[in-house]
């Protein structure tokens, strides 16, 4: 089993490096337990840039996956996010609302073919439409008619880089061509901006078009006048954290109220 952080390893280390101070407000936070200890003593080296050296010296399980999470954990115990959590989770968010972007640009196009040409309709076969459609190594955003009958590949460009984009293009319209026997396909990428560098890898590729989008919000008042009764599991998690306060008002504190502790000025 892993070694756990050495809370008295971790109060000498420390107090070594200068920090006798944040040290003592953290030991005389009241009625604090152990993982709660070790949690504080987490955000203090890591708000010190002191964490690697520590963990080299007194706890080398601390850079194991099991050790990672071990921090996280001990953080959590002070209802604490590390400063790298929340920015993963600001990635993961961000990420999240970048694909729910792109899968609501890609439905509205699919209803809306015709903004992009007139007489261009979803691909329909054997139950089988043209959203995401899958191709051996990959799936095609949009597979689309033309009023003519000639197939078109219609890709959303992500950010993803120029050579990717095209080169992706490219090979599905080659996989249409080859399988699905209609005779040359075209393609079509829809981007939030077309640069020149994407012009220029094009030029000289026949029967791709290019089209940019804009995306326009609007804003609606919303009348605040009514009285709105909290959800029940809203009134238990208020519950539940008011009791953890009474239980151990040190938990209430936020990773700003902690970082105000260990960071005071010397």
Same mark, same amino acid.
Not at 8 to 25: H, M, N, P, Q, W
Not at 138 to 157: F, H, M, S, T
């Given at each position: 089993? /892993?070694?756990?952080?050495?809370?008295? +390893?971790?109060?000498?280390?420390?107090?070594?490096? @200068?920090?006798?101070?944040?040290?003592?407000?953290?030991?005389?936070?009241?009625?604090? %337990?152990?993982?709660?200890?070790?949690?504080?003593?987490? +955000?203090?080296?890591?708000?010190?840039?002191?964490?690697?050296?520590?963990?080299?010296?007194?706890?080398?399980?601390?850079?194991?996956?099991?050790?990672? &999470?071990? &921090?996280?954990?001990?953080?959590?115990?002070?209802?604490?996010?590390?400063?790298?959590? $929340?920015? !993963?989770?600001?990635?993961?968010?961000?990420?999240?609302? &970048?694909?729910?972007?792109?899968?609501?640009?890609?439905?509205?196009?699919?209803?809306?073919?015709?903004?992009?040409?007139?007489?261009?309709?979803?691909?329909? *076969?054997? @139950?089988?439409?043209?959203? $995401?459609?899958?191709?051996?190594?990959?799936?095609?955003?949009?597979?689309?008619?033309?009023?003519?009958?000639?197939? *078109?590949?219609?890709?959303?460009?992500?950010?993803?880089?120029?050579?990717?984009? *095209?080169? !992706?293009?490219?090979?599905?319209?080659?996989?249409?061509?080859?399988?699905?026997?209609?005779? /040359?396909?075209?393609?079509?990428?829809?981007?939030?901006?077309?640069?020149?560098?994407?012009?220029?890898?094009?030029? %000289? *590729? %026949?029967?791709?078009?290019?089209?940019?989008?804009?995306?326009?919000?609007?804003?609606? /008042?919303?009348?605040?006048?009514?009285?709105?009764?909290?959800?029940? $599991?809203?009134?238990?998690?208020?519950?539940? &954290?008011? !009791?953890?306060?009474? +239980?151990?008002?040190?938990?209430?504190?936020?990773? $700003? !109220?902690?970082?105000?502790?260990? #960071?005071?000025? #010397?």
């Amino acid at each position: 089993m /892993p070694r756990g952080l050495p809370l008295r +390893a971790a109060y000498r280390f420390a107090v070594d490096k @200068g920090l006798d101070s944040e040290i003592s407000t953290i030991r005389q936070m009241p009625n604090i %337990p152990a993982l709660a200890q070790k949690g504080f003593i987490v +955000a203090l080296l890591d708000s010190k840039n002191l964490m690697a050296e520590f963990v080299e010296k007194f706890w080398p399980e601390g850079n194991s996956p099991w050790g990672m &999470r071990r &921090r996280i954990f001990y953080l959590a115990r002070t209802d604490l996010k590390p400063p790298q959590v $929340e920015q !993963q989770m600001e990635r993961r968010d961000l990420e999240d609302h &970048r694909l729910i972007l792109e899968k609501d640009l890609r439905d509205y196009l699919a209803n809306n073919l015709e903004t992009i040409e007139e007489g261009l309709r979803l691909y329909q *076969v054997d @139950g089988r439409n043209g959203i $995401e459609y899958p191709v051996d190594h990959g799936r095609i955003d949009i597979l689309a008619v033309d009023r003519n009958g000639q197939l *078109v590949v219609i890709e959303l460009k992500r950010a993803r880089g120029r050579n990717r984009t *095209v080169g !992706q293009l490219l090979y599905y319209m080659a996989w249409v061509d080859n399988n699905l026997g209609v005779g /040359p396909c075209r393609g079509i990428i829809v981007a939030r901006r077309i640069d020149d560098e994407l012009r220029l890898a094009t030029q %000289p *590729v %026949p029967g791709i078009a290019l089209f940019e989008y804009q995306i326009q919000f609007s804003l609606t /008042p919303v009348a605040n006048d009514e009285r709105v009764e909290p959800s029940e $599991e809203l009134r238990a998690e208020i519950e539940r &954290r008011l !009791q953890a306060h009474q +239980a151990d008002p040190s938990r209430a504190l936020s990773w $700003e !109220q902690v970082l105000a502790h260990v #960071r005071r000025p #010397r």
